[in-house]
């Protein structure tokens, strides 16, 4: 299993989804439905998003055009 990183490539919103997805070893897609389907649940998904997209870094493999 790799770090826990918003990747720069392949995220939509925030890159949680695709983080987690990367840790875990299984498409962003997938994760993105589990996400989707665990918000019709009652709980705090949305809030762990949230908190999720402000603690995790950004992944630092991806170079800049700069």
Known sequence: M???AR???G???GGVCAALA???GMSAKTM???FVVS????G???LVYLAL???LPNDKSASTAW
Do not use: K, T
Not at 39 to 42: E, F, K, S, V
């Open 2 to 4: 790799s770090a826990l």
């Open 7 to 9: 990747p720069r490539d």
């Open 11 to 13: 995220r939509w919103i």
């Open 22 to 24: 990367h840790r875990f």
């Open 32 to 34: 993105r439905v589990i």
């Open 39 to 42: 918000c019709l649940l009652p």
């Open 44 to 46: 705090p998904q949305f």
């Open 53 to 55: 997209w402000l603690l």
